[in-house]
């Protein structure tokens, strides 16, 4: 009996000690979220810290993507920035090449450890249907150990034509649109 006790009371431990790695190890990220959007439309892209494994004062990346497919609209700082990092700043040193980076000197104001929240968030326009991946790259600092998710930005292809082109949808196009959904 008391051997079989042992064995559950092990048992246990392993599924607690197992459960506690899985938390740190999928938790702790600096992430961007996937969109999904038409030509020419804007799309809003979000970068989240989750659950931060440790505490930032300073950090520094790069976000990759095809400038052939979007075109950076700007940026607006998220609640982990504003009014928290003295010096933040978002920059374009190359086409295809987002560099973001902040410092803070204010214990109280740097993101803590285990904080979640929005870092920034970044406005494209689709300039081509065609789909692309937002990579993550050349971590700096405080964050230089992260793990990352990437974002995905997929381009779906509007089913509206301007069947008579007058530059308006009317009849023609609800017609042509409905011809489409039923597979005539």
């Known amino acids: 009996m008391k051997s079989s006790a042992k064995i559950v009371c092990i048992y246990i431990l392993w599924i607690i000690l197992s459960c506690n790695f899985i938390q740190q190890s999928f938790a702790e990220t600096l992430e961007l979220n996937d969109n999904t959007a038409e030509l020419d439309n804007t799309v809003v892209f979000e970068l989240m810290v989750n659950n931060a494994p440790n505490i930032v004062g300073s950090f520094g990346f790069e976000i990759e993507y095809d400038p052939e497919i979007l075109s950076f609209q700007g940026f607006e700082e998220g609640s982990l920035i504003k009014d928290r990092y003295n010096i933040f700043d978002v ?94």
């Open 91 to 184: 920059t374009t040193p190359s086409h295809g090449i987002i560099r973001i980076g902040g410092l803070t000197s204010n214990s109280k104001q740097k993101i803590q450890q285990n904080e979640s929240g929005v870092l920034v968030l970044m406005r494209f326009t689709v300039l081509k249907n065609s789909n692309d991946v937002l990579k993550l790259q050349k971590l700096i600092d405080h964050i230089k150990d992260w793990s990352v998710k990437n974002g995905h930005l997929s381009v779906s292809q509007s089913s509206y034509e301007d069947i008579n082109k007058d530059g308006k949808a009317g009849l023609a196009e609800v017609i042509h649109l409905l011809q489409l959904m039923s597979g005539f």
